[in-house]
């Protein structure tokens, strides 16, 4: 039983969301972190490919929901988590709890405790940062990628566009998250974007969104990598070695090209780490919240599977 002191995000809080009429399902009882409520949904057959889709910094599964339709009608299964700190999941308050083990030993219990096979993964920001470095570990349970604006970084110097994001979220403790996700995804209504600032009542519920900046394995200029950055590194270099060499699934890769931070240089790397990544599907308008173009990226995906 663990002892981390969490916050719940009242209920009410997640009424008359647009889009969004799935059910919200609770584990209580994860390993590892019993004690803390993570949020998941779970939609569609149970027959042939799950499509496990992970979100990264500061939303939470709501970013899929033009996507869950299309795997769901196509006859998949849609699974979609809420890591801890974000979404329906429990909000530890010390932001000292967030490391980057804490986060990816929640996911890697949440694929067991599911037992989840024939897992296409589908990732973005830290969804990636954190869901790229799953496979390694059980390889069988895993057939398919679709990989939207993220990366794998190894403690290199973080370039400027990802350094002005950290400085910023450093500055704002009390994020707006509503007003981030308008601004970086102007296509988004005034009730989709309180969507995503939802699980946050006040700043209190914000420790993992302060958090997942400072834990990005990039280092700034002139400077070593700190205690917390540094923590992931041999992690996902680990699974750099695994996408190069030991991948055998099919993948597709889907890049927002106005994302100022992830975008088409930083996916171009992450291309040629992928083995057998074909060419990206490209979308100008999309900024870094790509899901948010979600439906013809699903609907080529499965094209290219053959699903």
């Known amino acids: 039983m663990t002892d981390i002191k969490a916050l719940r995000t009242p209920d009410a809080r997640f009424a008359n969301l647009p889009d969004w009429p799935f059910t919200a399902r609770y584990i209580e009882d994860l390993p590892g972190y019993e004690g803390l409520r993570m949020h998941y949904v779970d939609h569609g057959q149970h027959e042939g490919p799950t499509f496990l889709c992970i979100h990264g910094e500061p939303s939470w599964a709501y970013l899929f929901r033009k996507m869950a339709p299309v795997f769901v009608d196509a006859g998949y299964r849609f699974v979609a988590v809420d890591m801890f700190g974000f979404g329906r999941s429990d909000k530890p308050v010390d932001d000292d709890v967030y490391t980057y083990h804490f986060h990816r030993n929640s996911l890697l219990a949440f694929v067991e405790y599911m037992n989840l096979r024939d897992v296409c993964l589908v990732v973005q920001d830290w969804g990636g940062v954190l869901g790229l470095t799953l496979p390694m570990e059980a390889p069988e349970r895993y057939t398919r990628l679709i990989v939207m604006n993220t990366g794998l970084p190894g403690g290199e110097e973080a370039p400027e566009g990802f350094a002005a994001w950290r400085a910023f979220n450093r500055s ?136």
Do not use: N
């Open 172 to 307: 704002q403790p009390d994020l707006d998250v509503a007003a981030l996700m308008k601004r970086a995804t102007p296509v988004l209504s005034d009730a989709e974007a309180a969507a995503y600032g939802a699980p946050f009542p006040d700043k209190s519920y914000k420790g993992g969104v302060r958090r997942f900046p400072e834990l990005v394995m990039m280092k700034e200029q002139g400077k070593e990598l700190t205690p917390a950055s540094k923590e992931g590194v041999e992690t996902s270099l680990a699974a750099r070695k695994f996408w190069s060499q030991d991948w055998s699934g099919d993948s597709f890769m889907a890049v927002g090209m106005a994302d100022p931070v992830l975008g088409p240089p930083a996916m171009k790397a992450l291309r040629k780490m992928i083995k057998g990544c074909p060419e990206p599907m490209e979308i100008a308008e999309a900024g870094h919240f790509v899901q948010e173009w979600g439906e013809p990226i699903a609907k080529a995906a499965l094209e290219r599977f053959g699903l």
